[in-house]
């Protein structure tokens, strides 16, 4: 038999991921060491391999086959806009994707004059802009810290994450515009979706099954 392949988000969301696997039957003792510098493992009896990648490189993995199945932010799927299929939300790692600033910036969103947009998120940023039909915004990628933008007059706003908004609030800043609500989701190649549709949907419909139940109780 073949083996399935899971690219999974090393960070945030990979604790959350690797358990709730783990309470679906898919185990992977010696991912869970975390100092280990291995980067691919295998669960012989279940013929399934395991590897961490940064989270933006998910979506890559999986239109390419290298990987069969991944679970990654929505965020990232948008950002990095791959041919896959997303076929679940698996419920964690919820927070929201905004345009934040400070409270004066407000009245920039509505207006013509030229602003500067700073996010680690540049392709949802220009999709989101072009939708308002505000094309009065120049880009600017960076890397982390994206709150910095606004306080040091690099962008009048940003788009980014806004999970508890102690970042925003500790900084000044606030929600000007919620873009989309953002949560963990599985992703999986298009050609393996046909070729091990069985397999495939066994492990989706068991963790639909799970989350169900946490839902309920
Ligand atoms: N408060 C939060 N801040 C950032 N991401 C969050 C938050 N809450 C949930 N998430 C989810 O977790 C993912 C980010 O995980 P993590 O911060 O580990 O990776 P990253 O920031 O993409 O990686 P890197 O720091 O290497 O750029 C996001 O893609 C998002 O879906
Ligand atoms: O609403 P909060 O709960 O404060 O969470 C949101 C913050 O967390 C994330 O940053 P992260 O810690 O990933 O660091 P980064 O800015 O370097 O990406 C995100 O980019 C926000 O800055």
């Not at 345009?99 to 030229?114: D, F, I």
């Amino acid at each position: 038999m073949r083996y399935i392949t899971f690219a999974l988000a090393k960070g945030r969301l990979a604790k959350k991921t690797l358990s709730l696997l783990e309470q679906i039957g898919i185990t992977c003792e010696e991912m869970k060491d975390e100092k280990t510098r291995k980067l691919i493992f295998v669960n012989e009896d279940l013929k399934l391999k395991f590897f961490l990648s940064k989270a933006s490189d998910v979506p890559t993995y999986v239109e390419y086959g290298a990987a069969d199945i991944g679970v990654v932010g929505k965020d990232t799927i948008l950002e990095e806009g791959r041919n896959l299929y997303e076929v679940l939300d698996l419920g964690f790692g919820k927070c929201r994707m905004c345009v934040c600033g400070p409270k004066e910036a407000k009245k920039y969103l509505n207006g013509s004059q030229l602003i500067r947009v700073a996010s680690k998120y540049p392709n949802i940023a220009k999709e989101y802009f072009y939708n308002k039909k505000l094309q009065t915004v120049e880009i600017v990628k960076l890397n982390g810290s994206v709150e910095l933008a606004p306080i040091v007059g690099l962008s009048e706003v940003i788009v980014d994450i806004v999970e508890t908004g102690s970042t925003l609030r500790e900084n000044g800043l606030e929600v000007l515009e919620e873009i989309c609500p953002l949560s963990a989701r599985m992703v999986v190649n298009q050609v393996s979706q046909r070729m091990e549709q069985e397999r495939i949907s066994k492990i989706v419909t068991a963790l639909k099954k799970l989350l169900d139940e946490k839902k309920q109780g």
